[in-house]
């Protein structure tokens, strides 16, 4: 990419190589290419295209369009995204497309032919990144700084490319014609993030900016543990303060960190806390819960004395298949809770029937809308059974009102926030031995799932909380 | 009806300066009067604020996208209206301007939705609800290099990828320093583009630069691994006109691929010897007029325009296609009559057909990139004199408005004519 009259102190900047002062600088071109290697001319002639994202500063759930012009007509282009996880693993994925008749590939619109997905998807780019050919196993792309963005590198490349045969490094520019950077947040500008540790809970606070009061969620994920912030961030960049709440696997909270240490109390102070607060309306208060935590939401609107506005359950049981508390995420060494192919899931023993009485939902006692989501590939977790269960038992209660059920076919245990990768499979444990827990979900029916959901969701709340 | 109702939402929250956003409020009470507000701190740490009149409509929702503002400081149907309608709050000093300096951080504005149609009073009161919004001149990838070659200052906004790009030497005008705004934005369309200091407001009048400094900043560009060398563009605006034809007119080095001049003169060529340059000035001296505000009015120094070559830029000797982009109310340089003699002297030289003019009705002199607001007059400093005045750009703020949204248009798509280039065939194309 060097040309043939290029200055030597354009050389020196670009490449960022320093002589010393005693090196004589040679300013002519071929003496240059003992320092820096072969060097690819380049005609003056050639054309560059131009690839744009818009906007290039995104929302997580934000549509982004992205175009790449000055093309040939009918041509086959490649349009890769690239980033890296926290961890440092590189993802991507690739979509082949046919540019129109003025040499323009205009993803919003046009259909990919191959590549990590195919049709219409405008944010397939970003749903079907996986990790690249030479990153780790059982991987699963979760954000844990929620203050900074993903930055995602978007690239042109001549003809339909992908990593299968062989990784594609990015010196290697034969072949890429343009780039793009696009941020992807999970917090609007002037959302606050508060680290909650008093009355013994253990919780991230996102407040929406703006005077307040907020209606709130508390929001709740399953049995992996810790404390994960960025559904909160979202809903809150909406203007609905969210608590994320942890309770099991988390350093802060006393006791060993594979067993479930807290119990109704616990639970109850983290509700009146968000009542309490100066900047929460507290008769707005909804609940949301993935996996384990859905029962552990439905746990808080029927046992515990705190009347929420709405539940909302992704992928639950409808109870808990073990002791609560108490229950041990060590019991995984159970072989019982590993399918035929040695993954954990617990669909066998999340099944209605299997759930001892005494630990089952009283939803008679119910007095709030339920939004139920169903992911019916759900691996993991009986989501359907459960659903069907919970409906006849309202139904039977006379309070089949309060129900409604979104079901989504080739949709997994993961249902989360939109234009987010799906782990059919990741990694669950190492200890005593290496499992992984098998979630299910098919690429593009989950990606369809998710962003229905979450608008179906943010719909839900907007209509319980705001009233 | 409690604050915690209303729903407020900017969208997108963080934005190119030159992106439309949409703002919304829902779950109003229906038919309520509401006011939609902006409010900036601007790097010199002045408060601006631009607010519009809104009614709710029967399920409770504004989108000020769609819907009308009664009244403010804009009315009607102003998707962008809370931006460029801005102005210094009541009690600020006289006389300010809204420039952007540091354009590795965003502009932020707080928008707000205050109950009623207020007209003062924003911060005496909470809103019913506020967002905050990012205004970025600055793509994510783009880079910013400083420039300190050959003599030459500047900086350099390299797009991200590996090009090679279209190049752009981006001028302003006399107020001097180094204006990094516009060629940052240039960069984050798919320029390289190079914003040039040629005057410093420090230095005194005999360490004025010639063309040749101009030639060498164009070939720097040039000479980018990552600029297409015959692709390059040059920006003017005021007195940055004056630079970008006189390089285009006689400079055999600097050969630009097209020119867009904006609020600008061919009257007179930068490379005039400067004691016959002292001289008309002196003449002009006493046009120098002022409004009823004492704003100081430059636009008459060059009326009539004169008909000696020797002190216009010989445009009929330009060779490629050039842009010229004023206001018809510009207070502060004739450039509507300028363009009007361009366009003789180009149609008896036979190269008119490469002259595009565009003349805004009461647009103004400082057409800017597109949702800043209107700079009627503001404070400058002469720079041969080292005195303070406050002077008339002119313009009507929402004509001036459309202007710079309209033009910014244009000057990217006559940009990305001339220096991009569309591949009419598969075979043609050396990727």
């Given at each position: 990419m060097?040309?043939?009259?290029?200055?030597?102190?354009?050389?020196?900047?670009?490449?960022?190589?320093s002589?010393?002062?005693k090196?004589a600088?040679?300013?002519?071109?071929?003496?240059?290419q003992?320092?820096?290697?072969?060097?690819r001319?380049?005609?003056k002639?050639?054309?560059?295209?131009?690839?744009?994202?818009?906007?290039?500063?995104?929302?997580?759930d934000?549509?982004?369009?992205?175009?790449?012009?000055?093309?040939?007509?009918?041509?086959?282009v490649?349009?890769?995204?690239?980033?890296?996880?926290?961890?440092?693993?590189?993802?991507e994925?690739?979509?082949?497309?046919?540019?129109?008749?003025?040499?323009?590939?205009?993803?919003?619109?046009?259909?990919?032919v191959?590549?990590?997905?195919?049709?219409?998807?405008?944010?397939?780019?970003?749903w079907?990144l996986?990790?690249?050919?030479?990153?780790?196993?059982?991987?699963?792309?979760?954000?844990?700084?929620?203050?900074?963005?993903?930055?995602v590198q978007?690239?042109?490349?001549?003809?339909?490319?992908?990593?299968?045969k062989?990784?594609?490094?990015d010196?290697?520019?034969?072949?890429?014609?343009?780039?793009?950077?696009?941020?992807?947040?999970y917090?609007?500008?002037?959302?606050?993030r508060?680290?909650?540790?008093?009355?013994?809970?253990?919780?991230?606070?996102?407040l929406?900016?703006?005077?307040?009061?907020?209606?709130?969620?508390?929001?709740?994920?399953?049995?992996?543990?810790?404390?994960?912030?960025?559904?909160?961030a979202l809903?809150?960049?909406k203007?609905?303060a969210?608590?994320?709440l942890?309770?099991?696997?988390?350093?802060?909270i006393?006791?060993?960190?594979?067993?479930?240490?807290?119990?109704?109390?616990?639970?109850?102070?983290?509700?009146?806390?968000?009542?309490?607060?100066?900047?929460?309306?507290?008769?707005?208060?909804?609940l949301?819960?993935?996996?384990?935590?859905v029962y552990l939401?439905?746990?808080m609107a029927?046992?515990?004395?705190?009347?929420?506005?709405?539940?909302?359950?992704?992928n639950?049981?409808?109870?808990s298949?073990?002791k609560?508390?108490?229950?041990?995420?060590?019991?995984?060494?159970?072989?019982?809770?590993l399918?035929?192919?040695?993954?954990f899931?617990?669909?066998h023993?999340t099944?209605?029937?299997?759930?001892?009485?005494?630990?089952?939902i009283?939803?008679?006692?119910?007095?709030?809308?339920?939004l139920?989501?169903?992911g019916?590939?759900?691996?993991?977790?009986?989501?359907?059974?459960?659903?069907?269960?919970?409906?006849?038992?309202?139904?039977?209660?006379?309070?089949?009102?309060?129900f409604?059920?979104?079901?989504?076919?080739?949709?997994?245990?993961?249902i989360e926030?939109?234009?987010?990768?799906?782990?059919?499979v990741?990694?669950w444990?190492?200890?005593?031995?290496?499992?992984?827990?098998?979630?299910?979900?098919?690429?593009a029916?989950h990606?369809?799932?998710?962003?229905?959901a979450?608008?179906k969701?943010l719909?839900f709340?907007?209509?319980?909380?705001?009233? | 009806m409690s604050?915690s109702?209303?729903?407020?939402?900017?969208q997108?929250?963080?934005?190119?300066v030159?992106?439309?956003?949409?703002?919304?409020?829902?779950?109003?009470?229906?038919?309520?009067?509401?006011?939609?507000?902006?409010?900036?701190?601007?790097?010199?740490?002045?408060?601006?604020?631009?607010?519009g009149?809104?009614?709710?409509d029967?399920?409770?929702s504004v989108?000020?996208?769609e819907?009308e503002?009664?009244?403010g400081?804009?009315?009607?149907?102003e998707?962008?209206?809370l931006?460029?309608?801005m102005?210094?709050?009541?009690?600020?000093?006289?006389?300010?301007?809204?420039?952007?300096?540091h354009?590795?951080?965003?502009?932020v504005?707080?928008?707000?939705?205050?109950?009623?149609?207020?007209?003062?009073?924003f911060?005496?009161?909470?809103?019913m609800?506020?967002?905050?919004?990012?205004?970025?001149?600055?793509?994510?990838g783009?880079k910013?290099?400083?420039?300190?070659e050959?003599?030459?200052?500047?900086?350099?906004?390299?797009?991200?990828?590996?090009?090679?790009?279209?190049?752009?030497?981006?001028?302003?005008?006399?107020?001097g320093?180094?204006?990094?705004?516009?060629?940052?934005?240039?960069?984050?369309?798919?320029?390289?583009?190079?914003?040039?200091?040629?005057?410093?407001?420090?230095?005194?009048?005999?360490?004025?630069?010639?063309i040749?400094?101009?030639?060498?900043?164009?070939q720097?560009?040039?000479?980018?691994?990552?600029?297409?060398?015959?692709?390059v563009?040059i920006?003017?605006?005021?007195?940055?006109?004056?630079v970008?034809?006189?390089?285009?007119?006689?400079?055999?080095?600097?050969r630009?691929?097209?020119?867009?001049?904006?609020?600008?003169?061919?009257?007179?060529?930068?490379?005039?010897?400067?004691?016959?340059?002292?001289?008309e000035?002196?003449?002009?001296?006493?046009?120098?007029?002022?409004?009823?505000?004492?704003?100081v009015?430059?636009?008459?120094?060059?009326?009539p325009?004169?008909?000696?070559?020797?002190?216009?830029?010989?445009?009929?000797?330009?060779?490629?296609?050039?842009?010229?982009?004023n206001?018809?109310?510009?207070?502060?340089?004739a450039?509507?009559?300028?363009?009007?003699?361009?366009?003789n002297?180009?149609?008896?030289?036979?190269?008119?057909?490469?002259?595009?003019?565009?003349?805004?009705?009461?647009?103004?002199h400082l057409?800017?990139?597109?949702?800043t607001?209107?700079?009627?007059?503001?404070?400058?400093?002469?720079?041969?004199?080292?005195?303070?005045?406050?002077?008339?750009?002119?313009g009507?703020t929402?004509?001036?408005?459309?202007?710079?949204?309209?033009s910014?248009?244009?000057?990217?798509?006559?940009?990305?004519?001339?220096?991009?280039?569309?591949?009419?065939?598969?075979s043609?194309?050396?990727?």
């Amino acid at each position: 990419m060097l040309k043939a009259h290029s200055s030597v102190t354009a050389l020196l900047r670009y490449t960022g190589i320093s002589i010393p002062d005693k090196v004589a600088t040679c300013r002519n071109i071929t003496c240059m290419q003992h320092l820096f290697g072969a060097v690819r001319w380049r005609s003056k002639f050639t054309a560059a295209p131009l690839l744009t994202a818009q906007p290039a500063r995104a929302l997580i759930d934000e549509q982004i369009a992205i175009q790449g012009r000055f093309l040939p007509p009918h041509w086959p282009v490649t349009v890769r995204a690239h980033m890296h996880s926290e961890e440092g693993d590189l993802w991507e994925a690739f979509s082949h497309y046919k540019t129109n008749e003025n040499g323009v590939v205009n993803l919003t619109t046009d259909h990919s032919v191959g590549g990590s997905y195919v049709g219409c998807e405008p944010m397939g780019l970003f749903w079907a990144l996986q990790p690249a050919p030479s990153a780790r196993e059982g991987l699963r792309l979760r954000k844990k700084d929620v203050e900074t963005p993903y930055v995602v590198q978007l690239s042109l490349w001549e003809g339909h490319v992908s990593s299968s045969k062989r990784p594609i490094e990015d010196e290697q520019t034969a072949g890429r014609l343009a780039a793009s950077t696009v941020e992807r947040w999970y917090m609007t500008p002037h959302t606050r993030r508060v680290e909650i540790r008093q009355n013994g809970i253990v919780g991230t606070l996102f407040l929406p900016s703006g005077p307040g009061p907020f209606p709130a969620m508390v929001d709740l994920w399953g049995m992996g543990g810790g404390l994960n912030e960025y559904r909160s961030a979202l809903f809150a960049s909406k203007g609905i303060a969210s608590l994320s709440l942890a309770y099991f696997g988390h350093k802060d909270i006393p006791g060993p960190l594979d067993e479930l240490n807290v119990g109704d109390d616990y639970f109850r102070s983290a509700y009146n806390l968000l009542q309490d607060h100066p900047e929460v309306c507290g008769e707005r208060i909804g609940l949301i819960g993935l996996s384990y935590g859905v029962y552990l939401v439905l746990r808080m609107a029927t046992h515990i004395g705190v009347k929420p506005m709405c539940v909302i359950g992704i992928n639950g049981p409808l109870g808990s298949y073990d002791k609560f508390p108490g229950i041990k995420s060590g019991d995984v060494v159970n072989y019982q809770m590993l399918d035929e192919h040695g993954n954990f899931s617990l669909r066998h023993f999340t099944m209605p029937s299997m759930i001892p009485k005494e630990n089952q939902i009283k939803f008679e006692m119910l007095e709030c809308p339920l939004l139920c989501i169903v992911g019916e590939d759900d691996y993991n977790c009986a989501s359907m059974e459960t659903a069907n269960e919970i409906e006849e038992i309202l139904r039977a209660a006379g309070k089949a009102q309060l129900f409604t059920r979104l079901s989504y076919p080739g949709a997994g245990h993961l249902i989360e926030p939109p234009y987010s990768p799906n782990a059919r499979v990741s990694l669950w444990t190492v200890k005593p031995k290496k499992i992984n827990a098998i979630w299910g979900g098919h690429p593009a029916p989950h990606a369809a799932a998710q962003e229905d959901a979450w608008k179906k969701m943010l719909d839900f709340i907007e209509y319980n909380l705001r009233k | 009806m409690s604050g915690s109702s209303v729903l407020l939402s900017v969208q997108p929250s963080r934005g190119l300066v030159d992106e439309p956003f949409r703002v919304a409020v829902a779950h109003l009470p229906p038919a309520e009067p509401v006011t939609l507000h902006c409010l900036h701190r601007s790097e010199d740490r002045h408060l601006w604020e631009a607010y519009g009149h809104y009614r709710s409509d029967q399920a409770g929702s504004v989108d000020g996208s769609e819907d009308e503002s009664f009244g403010g400081t804009y009315t009607g149907k102003e998707r962008m209206g809370l931006l460029w309608s801005m102005r210094p709050v009541p009690g600020s000093m006289r006389g300010l301007r809204l420039r952007k300096m540091h354009v590795d951080t965003p502009m932020v504005v707080l928008i707000s939705v205050y109950r009623g149609h207020l007209t003062e009073g924003f911060r005496e009161r909470p809103p019913m609800a506020s967002v905050v919004a990012e205004r970025w001149y600055l793509a994510p990838g783009v880079k910013r290099i400083e420039v300190a070659e050959r003599g030459v200052i500047g900086t350099f906004f390299i797009p991200p990828g590996p090009g090679p790009f279209p190049g752009m030497l981006d001028m302003w005008g006399g107020g001097g320093g180094l204006v990094e705004y516009r060629s940052a934005l240039l960069a984050s369309h798919g320029f390289a583009a190079m914003a040039l200091k040629y005057l410093d407001p420090d230095k005194s009048v005999d360490s004025e630069v010639g063309i040749g400094y101009f030639e060498t900043a164009f070939q720097i560009i040039q000479e980018h691994p990552q600029v297409m060398a015959d692709r390059v563009g040059i920006l003017g605006l005021s007195f940055g006109t004056a630079v970008a034809l006189t390089v285009a007119a006689y400079s055999k080095i600097a050969r630009p691929r097209c020119c867009v001049c904006i609020s600008g003169s061919h009257v007179y060529p930068i490379n005039l010897p400067r004691d016959r340059m002292m001289l008309e000035m002196a003449r002009n001296e006493g046009i120098v007029q002022m409004d009823e505000e004492n704003n100081v009015i430059w636009r008459h120094r060059i009326l009539p325009i004169t008909k000696d070559p020797n002190l216009k830029v010989d445009v009929g000797r330009i060779e490629c296609p050039l842009l010229l982009i004023n206001g018809d109310d510009d207070q502060n340089w004739a450039t509507v009559e300028s363009a009007e003699d361009i366009a003789n002297m180009m149609s008896v030289a036979g190269n008119k057909h490469l002259l595009t003019t565009l003349t805004y009705p009461r647009a103004g002199h400082l057409i800017e990139p597109p949702f800043t607001p209107h700079i009627r007059a503001s404070n400058f400093i002469v720079h041969h004199t080292k005195q303070k005045v406050v002077l008339l750009w002119g313009g009507e703020t929402k004509a001036h408005a459309d202007a710079q949204e309209h033009s910014w248009k244009r000057i990217l798509t006559f940009l990305r004519e001339y220096l991009y280039i569309q591949p009419s065939r598969a075979s043609q194309a050396k990727l």
